[in-house]
C-alpha cells in the first residue's frame, strides 16, 4: 500500500483544493498516470501516480480543501505501506472526470468543511448520517433529514419556544432573499492576496490623462502588417515598452521590499504582469524579459497568454516572478480607478477607457482622443513626486510615439 500526499508544487503552498478526480475506487493506475487535478493559489496542478496499482482510497471529495502533507489516496502497488509525495504538471487537461467515493472505507465521513460546520451548530453527529450525495458526500438535506428524523418523535414533548427550527430554516429556501456561497478556490487565494498587499503596503494613487490621437494613428498605420502576421495589434504592447523606458529611468518603480531583510530590492530587469480577467477571478500572466521584445512579439504573447489564462492552462513559471503590473481596464469602461498592488511589487499602473472628448488646447476647445492612467504605489518606497515624474514620462512617449520608437532597444 502507498499513501500518496499532497505535495508544495511551487513558492511554498501551504493548501490545495481538489477539483477533480480523473480515477475512481477499484480503477486500475499506471505509474506518470495523471489522477487528480488540485488548485493552488497561482494555478491548477495535475498531479500523477508514483506507482502502478489499485486506487483503493479516496481520502478527500471535489471542493475540499487539503494541505500540504496530508495523504489524498491510498493505492494498492502490492507492497508494505510506503509514503509518496505526488508529482505535479502543470498545464492539467479541461475534461471533467466523475469520481465517486465509496463511505466504510474509511472513519472519517464525506462531507465539506461547510457542512460539518453546520453538523456542529445542529449539534448533529455527522458519523451517523447517511450521505446520498455524489460519492456518499453528507449533503445539507441529508442533516436536515436526519435532524427531523430525529426531533419527530420529541415534538409533542416540547414547548413550541423550545421546538428545534424546522430544517428548511437552515438553508436557501425557494426565492430566499440571500445565498450562501463558499468562498474557496481562485477567488479565496485573491483574496487573501489582496487583504496582505493592503495591510502591508501604504497605498497612494496618482491619476493623470492621456491624449492618444497621435498613438492610435500609429497603430492604425501597422495594424495591416500585424494581421498579415497573424497578430492582433492592439494599444497594451506600445503602453509595455513605454513603461520598460520609464522603469529604467526611475528604478525604484521596479523593485520590491524585502521585509525579512529590511532591504530594497532593485530589479535589473523587466517582467510585465497583465491582469487578466478568467471565470475564476483574475489571473496575473508574465511578459518576462518585455524590454528585449518587439511591438509584434508582445502583441503575440499577450494574446496567447491571456487565452491560456481564460482556459486555465497556465504554468506557475507563467504567472510568477513579475516585477510590475498593468491592470487594462479600458475596453470594459469606467473613468478611473484606485488598482491594489500585486505584492511584493511597489506599484501597479491602471488603464482606462479611451473616448473623445473637448479640451483646451492653445486656448481653444478641441475633441481629443482622451484616456485616464492611473498608478498605485507603494509610499513606503517611492514619494508622489517620483510618481508623478513616472507617470509624466509616460505620457511624454505615448503622446508624441516617434519619441518612444527612438527610445526602444
Known amino acids: 500500500m502507498l499513501e500518496f500526499k499532497l505535495p508544495d508544487v511551487g513558492e511554498g503552498m501551504h493548501e490545495g483544493e481538489i477539483s477533480k478526480w480523473l480515477v ?138 423550545a421546538m428545534p427550527l424546522a430544517p428548511k430554516a437552515f438553508g436557501i429556501q425557494e426565492n430566499a432573499q440571500e445565498e450562501r456561497i463558499p468562498l474557496k478556490g481562485v477567488r479565496k487565494k485573491i483574496a487573501e492576496h489582496l487583504v496582505k498587499s493592503v495591510s502591508i503596503i501604504p497605498h497612494v494613487t496618482h491619476v493623470d490623462e492621456l491624449e492618444m490621437d497621435a498613438l492610435k494613428g500609429l497603430r492604425d498605420k501597422w495594424k495591416a502588417a500585424a494581421d498579415e502576421r497573424g497578430v492582433k495589434l492592439t494599444f497594451l504592447p506600445f503602453f509595455i515598452k513605454a513603461l520598460v523606458v520609464a522603469l529604467k529611468e526611475f528604478k525604484t518603480l521596479n523593485a520590491s521590499i524585502d521585509d525579512s531583510t529590511q532591504e530594497i530590492v532593485l530589479k535589473n530587469y523587466y517582467h510585465i504582469g497583465i491582469a487578466t480577467d478568467t471565470k475564476d477571478g483574475l489571473i496575473v500572466p508574465v511578459i518576462k524579459n518585455a524590454d528585449k521584445k518587439t511591438i509584434f512579439q508582445l502583441s503575440q504573447e499577450i494574446s496567447e497568454k491571456a487565452s491560456r489564462a481564460r482556459e486555465g492552462k497556465l504554468s506557475l513559471e507563467e504567472i510568477t516572478g513579475g516585477t510590475f503590473t498593468i491592470s487594462n481596464v479600458g475596453p470594459i469602461g469606467g473613468l478611473y480607478a484606485t488598482p491594489i498592488i500585486n505584492h511584493p511589487e511597489v506599484a501597479i499602473l491602471g488603464l482606462h477607457k479611451m473616448e473623445p472628448r473637448m479640451v483646451v488646447r492653445d486656448w481653444e476647445g478641441v475633441i481629443r482622443l482622451m484616456m485616464h492612467m492611473s498608478l498605485s504605489f507603494d509610499h513606503r518606497l517611492i514619494d508622489g513626486v517620483t510618481a508623478v515624474r513616472f507617470t509624466n514620462r509616460i505620457k511624454q512617449l505615448l503622446e508624441n510615439p516617434d519619441l518612444l520608437m527612438m527610445e526602444m532597444v
Not at 495523471?34 to 482510497?57: C, F, H, M, Y
Not at 447517511?130 to 458526500?137: D, H, K, N, S
Open 24 to 161: 475512481k475506487e477499484g480503477d486500475q493506475v499506471k505509474q506518470d498516470q495523471p489522477i487528480v487535478e488540485v488548485q493552488t493559489d497561482k494555478v491548477n496542478a495535475e498531479l500523477t501516480s508514483p506507482v502502478s496499482g489499485v486506487i483503493k482510497r479516496l481520502l478527500f471529495a471535489e471542493g475540499e480543501t487539503a494541505h500540504v502533507g496530508q495523504t489524498l489516496v491510498v493505492i494498492d502497488d502490492g507492497s508494505a505501506i510506503e509514503v509518496a509525495a505526488a508529482t505535479a504538471i502543470a498545464d492539467p487537461p479541461q475534461t471533467k472526470v466523475a469520481a465517486p467515493i465509496q463511505k466504510g472505507l474509511f472513519d472519517r465521513a464525506l462531507a465539506s468543511p461547510y457542512i460539518r460546520k453546520l453538523a456542529r451548530e445542529w449539534k448533529i453527529d455527522i458519523e451517523k448520517v447517511l450521505g446520498t450525495g455524489t460519492a456518499g458526500r453528507v449533503t445539507e438535506e441529508d442533516l436536515r433529514a436526519f435532524l427531523a428524523k430525529e426531533q419527530a418523535p420529541k415534538k409533542e414533548q416540547l414547548p413550541k419556544e
